[in-house]
Every structure is written in C-alpha cells, then in structure tokens.
C-alpha cells in the first residue's frame, strides 16, 4: 500500500488511506468515517419541535448512517470516552458520501491509522473490497485536537494518516498495538482517553507546557451547545466571554470551522434526522430553524451536494 506522506496546513486536498490527491473537483476516498459504505451516521434525530429539537448540542448517538436506513454492516456503540462513539463497519457495496457532522475521528483498517478532519461537504471514499472492516473513534465537535495534537483547522475536509501527526515511534506503537488482535476498539480508546489525560496535564501545567491543543473545555462545549441551538454569533461571544473574532479564532482551532460555518453544519444535522423520522419537510425547516422550506433545499444541497430526497431515498 502506498503511504506516501499527506500534505497538512495549507493543502485541500481530500486525502485517502493512500495518500493521493485527486484532480480538481475530485474529493479522496478511503478510509472516510464510514457508516452504511462510506456515509458517516448522524446524531439520533429529536423529533419534537421547539426546545426539544433544539436542545442539547452536538450529540453524538446516531441510529443509522446519513442519509441511509440502518444497515447490518455498520454497528455503533457511546464510548466510555464522555461524548464519542465507537463505531465498525464491513464494506459491502457501493462507497456512500460521508456528510458534514462537525466530528473527526481515529479510524483503523487494513494496517492503517487515519484521522478524518471535519467536512464542509460531501466526502465520497473509494470503494473498498467487500468484507474490508473498519474500526472508528468519532469524537465530539471540539474534542478531537487535544488527541490528534493539531487545531482542527488544520484537518478540514482532509484524511491524515495518523503518522504525519504523531511522532514516529508513537504512531507505530500504536499501529502494533491495534494489529496484535484482541480488542482494537478498546486500544483506540484507552489511547484517546491517555492523551486527553495528558493535555489535560500540560493545561494545568501552564502555558509554557504546551506543546498541543488543549483538551475540550467546558468553554467549548457551551459554545457548541449554544450554536446548535441556533443562537446569535454575538450573543454566544458574550456569554463565553470573548470577543467575536476571539470567538472566531476559538471556533477554528476547536472545530474546524468559523461559529457561522459550524451553525450551518449543527442544523443541517438535525434537519437531516428530523426529516429521517419521517417529519414533513416545511415542518424539519421550522423545528431546524431554517427561514422556510426553500432556505433548507438550498443548505442542503449547498452541504451534501445533493436534495433531500435523494439522501433519505439512497438507503
């Protein structure tokens, strides 16, 4: 297999688990966070309206791939890692895009570790021969970097082998680790939860102790529960405390995107489970906070490259 080394801060390439890039127009495939072949799954839908399908931020638990009906090759399950989720999948068709959900995750297959950055648009995989296995970690939005040991900005709509992060000798423990059998879901997060302990560490050091980004804070994760609820950029600024291009600068190193890009993202995601449970679409865009039935068509297809019905008709 080919591992030539990816390009990171600078490059949009869309990288695969062969670290090639596309022509012009043409995303990477590979090892992309995989639910039913390729598409990664969503956070479970609120199906209420209001507070309800607004509450909460940036939930993880999902039922079924993106856009698809839930497949026998693809199993999840909440990791004992607060807020992420493990997930395997077993490549058994056609490769899926994987839709833009705000995550990242550390995934394993075929010998190699890769981190899939957080999309602001369709990814479509290669296809991988059928019975290939997948193994993911999916964290949270903002939760990834203190364990990648980059901001997230620097892993938008990019696939990294976990060995142009990490130093040499940490990514190849690693790789020897999930190899030797056993339990490679347990190794991913026992990993995960290490590095998280030691960010945490070097926070509490000081800030001449920091060589990383920080683990996600309580200041994070109230900035993501806020734009999932559809608040106001200058009003999520003052509640955490911040300017609004400290904010800014905060939401790229954290998540990968500006407030406004991840507010986009958050909502399209509950539209997208809302409208798989079956609700009328003029009902998803009043209970997602769109202005109306057209201003979801248009974020739809301007995030997953294609209409609604298409994507709950594709499973």
Do not use: N
């Not at 142009?164 to 059998?181: F, I, S, T, Y």
């Amino acid at each position: 297999m080919d591992q030539r080394r990816t390009r990171l801060p600078g490059s949009r390439a869309r990288l695969g688990h062969v670290g090639e890039e596309r022509d012009r127009g043409g995303r990477h495939g590979g090892l992309g966070r995989t639910g039913e072949d390729g598409a990664r799954a969503v956070p479970r839908a609120r199906t209420g309206c209001g507070d309800e399908a607004g509450d909460g931020g940036a939930d993880t638990g999902s039922a079924a791939p993106a856009g698809h009906a839930a497949h026998s090759a693809y199993r999840e399950r909440a990791s004992r890692l607060s807020g992420a989720v493990l997930w395997t999948h077993t490549a058994s068709g056609p490769a899926r895009p994987v839709l833009p959900d705000g995550c990242t995750d550390l995934i394993w297959s075929e010998g190699l570790l890769l981190v899939a950055g957080p999309d602001t648009g369709p990814h479509l995989p290669d296809a991988a021969p059928p019975g290939t296995r997948h193994i993911g970690l999916r964290f949270a939005p903002g939760q990834g970097p203190a364990v990648f040991g980059v901001p997230a900005r620097e892993l938008r709509d990019l696939r990294v082998p976990l060995a142009d992060l990490w130093p040499a000798a940490q990514a190849r423990e690693l790789a020897g680790r999930m190899a030797a059998g056993g339990a490679p879901d347990r190794v991913l997060e026992e990993t995960a939860v290490a590095r998280l302990r030691a960010a945490a560490d070097r926070t509490a050091a000081g800030p001449a102790a920091r060589s990383a980004p920080p683990p996600r804070s309580g200041r994070t994760a109230a900035i993501a529960a806020a734009l999932d609820r559809g608040r106001p950029v200058a009003e999520v600024a003052r509640a955490v405390a911040l300017g609004e291009r400290q904010l800014h600068r905060h939401c790229l190193d954290a998540f990968g995107y500006g407030p406004k890009t991840l507010t986009r993202v958050l909502r399209f995601v509950r539209a997208l489970g809302l409208a798989r449970s079956g609700m009328p679409y003029a009902h998803v865009a009043a209970c997602a906070g769109y202005a109306d039935q057209a201003h979801l068509a248009r974020e739809v297809k301007a995030l997953a490259g294609a209409p609604m019905g298409v994507l709950l008709g594709s499973g």
